[in-house]
């Protein structure tokens, strides 16, 4: 009846043995969940510096091609502006809309194209200003990893 009993199953030497081997082994687990977790650790902030990086890449890229839409659009209206102020002022002139032509004044076209490219210039400008930002961020993710690549090199000798 000894034997059946739950409280002797539990007390029995292989117990006690297994007790003291995860005790003996804790101290190496130790070191290597230690330097998984270290390596773990620099895996995420590589991780994230290469994020960053693309990131600042990529947002370059779509301003810079934001910029050249405006310009366009500036240059665009400026020509148009040009050619309109060589016509008569009674000249009958029509705006484009959809599919579909407006009659409107000479002047009134003349001042809207006008105020479209001080509107682009705008634009411009303000768009320059987030290309500057995203550069510098650009710059600086990708020294943060080159900085981290030469420890980890260092470390690594």
């Known amino acids: 009846?000894?034997?059946?009993?739950?409280?002797?199953?539990c007390c029995t030497?292989?117990?006690?043995?297994?007790?003291?081997?995860?005790?003996?082994?804790?101290?190496?687990?130790?070191?290597?969940?230690?330097?998984?977790?270290?390596?773990?650790?620099?895996?995420?902030?590589?991780?994230?510096?290469?994020?960053?990086?693309q990131e600042a890449t990529?947002?370059?890229?779509?301003?810079q091609a934001q910029i050249q839409t405006r310009e366009r659009e500036k240059r665009l209206a400026e020509l148009t502006n040009k050619e309109l102020s060589a016509l008569q002022p009674d000249t009958i002139t029509y705006k484009a809309v959809g599919k579909m032509f407006i009659q409107e004044p000479l002047k009134d076209l003349t001042k809207e194209l006008s105020g479209r490219a001080a509107e682009?210039?705008?634009?411009?400008?303000?768009?320059?200003?987030?290309?500057?930002?995203?550069?510098?961020?650009?710059?600086?993710a990708q020294g943060n990893l080159q900085e981290l690549i030469t420890q980890i090199q260092k470390v690594g000798q």
């Open 1 to 9: 009846m000894k034997d059946a009993s739950p409280s002797a199953s």
């Open 13 to 53: 030497p292989t117990v006690s043995l297994h007790q003291t081997g995860s005790h003996l082994r804790h101290p190496l687990e130790t070191t290597r969940s230690a330097m998984s977790i270290s390596e773990q650790a620099l895996g995420r902030i590589v991780h994230d510096l290469q994020s960053k990086l």
């Open 58 to 63: 990529r947002m370059v890229a779509t301003v």
């Open 120 to 140: 682009m210039e705008k634009d411009v400008s303000a768009l320059e200003t987030k290309r500057v930002y995203w550069e510098r961020q650009k710059v600086e």
